[in-house]
C-alpha cells in the first residue's frame, strides 16, 4: 500500500522568504502525486498535481513542486510566501493508471508567517 | 452553487446516538468520496462510490459506519451509536468519470465537523 511522509508537523517562515515544504511517499511505482491547501475552515483546494513528464510542475498561488524519482519526493516550493499563505499543506498519492481512486494523505504542514 | 456542498457545517451529538452527514456533490460528477479528517489519525479515506454503487469501502472504520447514494448524486454517511472517538471533520468530495484508466481531480466540500460529547 502506498504511504506519504510530511516529516515538517510547523513551519513559521517570515512573509517574503521562500518556502520548502518536504514530502515523501511510498509506493511501488511511480504513483500520482499531489499537494492541497486547507486554510481555515475551508475544504481542500488543489495546488498542483504530476502525473507524467516534467518534473517540475508548476501550480496556483505561485508554488511549484518538484518530483524527484531517485529521493521518493515532490517537494513544494514558493520563491515568496505572502500572509495569505499561511495554511495546512497536505501532499498525497493516487495510484497511476487506476483511474478514479482514493487518495493517500500525509499527515500535513501547518504554515504559519510572521510578518 | 457549484461547488461540493455538505451539510449540517457542525454537528453535537451524545454518545451512543445516531448521526446522518449529506453530501451534495458537483452536478454531472458519478464519482464521489467520503473522507474523515481527526486530530490523530489526520485524513483518511472512507468510502468511494461510482453512480450509486461503492467499489471501495476499505476506509470504513468499523460496522457503525455505512453509506448510500441515491440516483447518482446526493450521499448520506451514518454513523450508529456514535463514540467520542467518532469525533472528526467529514469531507466529501466528487469528481468527474473520464474513462477508464483516467484519473480526474476530487474537489472537496467544506466539511461537516461532528463532535461526540
Known amino acids: 500500500a502506498q504511504s506519504v511522509t510530511q516529516p515538517d508537523i510547523h513551519i513559521t517562515v517570515s512573509e517574503g522568504a521562500s518556502l520548502e515544504l518536504r514530502c515523501n511517499y511510498s509506493?511501488?511505482?511511480?504513483?500520482?502525486l499531489f499537494w492541497y491547501v486547507q486554510s481555515p475552515g475551508q475544504g481542500l483546494q488543489l495546488l498542483l498535481k504530476y502525473f507524467s513528464g516534467d518534473t517540475l510542475v508548476q501550480g496556483i498561488k505561485g508554488f511549484e513542486a518538484e518530483f524527484k524519482r531517485s529521493q521518493s519526493s515532490f517537494n513544494l516550493r514558493k520563491p515568496s510566501v505572502h500572509w495569505s499563505d499561511a495554511a495546512e499543506y497536505f501532499c498525497?498519492?493516487?495510484?497511476?493508471?487506476?483511474?478514479?481512486?482514493?487518495?493517500?494523505f500525509g499527515t500535513g504542514t501547518r504554515l504559519t508567517i510572521i510578518p | 452553487g457549484a461547488g461540493v456542498s455538505q451539510s449540517p457545517s457542525n454537528k453535537v451529538t451524545e454518545k451512543g446516538k445516531d448521526v446522518e452527514l449529506r453530501c451534495d456533490p458537483i452536478s454531472g460528477h458519478t464519482a464521489l468520496y467520503w473522507y474523515r479528517q481527526s486530530l490523530g489519525q489526520g485524513l483518511e479515506f472512507l468510502i468511494y462510490f461510482q453512480g450509486n454503487s461503492a467499489p471501495d469501502k476499505s476506509g470504513l472504520p468499523s460496522d457503525r459506519f455505512s453509506a448510500e447514494r441515491t440516483g447518482g448524486s446526493v450521499s448520506t454517511l451514518t454513523i450508529q451509536r456514535t463514540q467520542q472517538e467518532d469525533s472528526a471533520v467529514y469531507l466529501c468530495?466528487?469528481?468527474?468519470?473520464?474513462?477508464?484508466?483516467?484519473?480526474?481531480?476530487?474537489?472537496f466540500g467544506p466539511g461537516t465537523r461532528l463532535t461526540v460529547l
Open positions: 498525497a498519492v493516487a495510484r497511476a493508471n487506476f483511474g478514479n481512486e482514493k487518495l493517500t
Open positions: 509506493y511501488g511505482a511511480t504513483p500520482y
Open positions: 468530495a466528487s469528481s468527474l468519470v473520464m474513462g477508464q484508466g483516467i484519473y480526474n481531480e476530487q474537489f
